[in-house]
């Protein structure tokens, strides 16, 4: 038997950095019987391949007009958020999680409904693309191991995170310190437990004002005694920022709350930042700490347009997320539209054309920026040899499809017009670890 399981001809597309987007047409890509890329060569070399590991003419699959990109890497998604999308876009994050967060939230204690809810997300996140997802869970056990069973099951890529919350939360929504580290450490267990590591676990106290000192303090112990990532949400809003200024006098700011209290480091993704202060921006950058951009959240919670260009220019991490449901979308296509609209908005504020990120830097964050963001570049991201194969096989000419191609059109404009204007009907088929998911 040949250790290839999969070939593919035709155009590849992806990034090797920030301004190092790559089209490599007419390429043979070679998947190993561990999932993994084990070759991407030019075209001319496929009789040498096909002697080298005896594969059989029958299983290379022709990309035609269509193309081949990385799979999309969500940084920052709700699972139990997605029963709102598009739904409660009126009021700000503070008042948003009184009204429609929380009491959706605290349904999940129902393990049926639970089920219900990530089974349809799962899928619909793979039907668009989107190969990996770094979730928020809820503060309940169980339903959180649902979720984990749910993306082994449909075969999606996660990091996921049993919500911790003690402390200005409602009552049908709050735990207490031991109940929510007894269950953060049954749920890191059970993750680890898993026999494929498709599914790994992250710390994920919700953010400073629903979780107190010693809350905060014991996660960070867990994580470091664990070796985990940690994820949380900062400075996303004028009036959380006040808040946690109120809470903490004591810290010099909403990210040295987090330092202090051990759940700031290398290891760390933190959705939004809009709020940052040049002295907590070097922090991000002195730890190695990331952001997960959530631009259509930002926008609809009314929240503020981040400085996106200026994380970059820093050489911190970045990463994009959706937010669901404080974005409506859970396309990461959508996600990368956003981005850009964002930028721009910020460079008419700022009257420089610098800050504007084009379609290729958009593409390169949705997918091996994210990546890197949450600590999962050694992995996926990109085309790089023994990378695990998560990719999508795009099709631009399909029936009733959402944008029209021309016979005019280059495979580049084709490539374009799918990160404007594609959707999920632009997606043949989505791999993760080398297995058709879609
Ligand atoms: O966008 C957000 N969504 C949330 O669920 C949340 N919780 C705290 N801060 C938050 N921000
Ligand atoms: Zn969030």
Known sequence: MSLITKVFKGDFFHTLGLKKFQHLSN???????????EFLKPISELDELRNRYKFQESIIKDLGNGFM????????????????????????????????TFPTESKFQEADYANLVYSRFVKRNLQQGTTTTCYFGTIHLDSCKILVDLCTKYGQRAIIGKVNM???????????????????????????????????PIITPRFVPTCDPDLMYQLGEIAKKNDLRIQS????????????????????SYSDVYYKHGLLNDKTIMAHGIYLTDEERKLYQKVGASIAHCANSNFTLSSGCLNLRQLLDMGIKVGLGTDVSGGYASSMLQCIRDTIICSKAKSFETQDK???????EGFHLA????????????????FELYKHFDALWVKTDVE?????????????????????????RNIHKTFVNGKQVK
């Open 27 to 37: 390429h043979v890509l070679g998947v190993n019987l561990y999932g993994k890329i």
């Open 400 to 424: 009733n499809g959402p944008f029209d191609s021309f016979n005019t059109d280059s495979i580049e404009d084709r490539f374009q017009k799918w990160i404007y204007l594609g959707d999920d």
């Open 367 to 382: 997918t091996l920026g994210s990546a890197k963001s949450i600590g999962l570049d050694h992995k996926i991201g990109n």
């Open 69 to 100: 990109v990385p799979g999309f890497v969500d940084a920052h998604a709700h699972a139990p958020q997605s029963v709102n999308v598009g739904l409660g876009t009126d009021l700000p994050l503070l008042d948003w999680l009184i009204k429609y």
């Open 166 to 200: 003690n402390r200005n939360s409602p009552d049908n929504y709050i735990e207490t310190t031991s109940d929510s580290i007894r269950d953060t450490e049954a749920f890191v267990e059970y993750v680890k437990n898993q026999p494929t590591d498709l599914v790994e």
């Open 354 to 360: 610098h800050n504007e990120i084009d379609f290729r």
């Open 233 to 252: 949400h900062v400075s996303e809003n004028k009036d959380e920022v006040a808040w946690v200024k109120d809470l903490h006098p004591e810290c010099k």
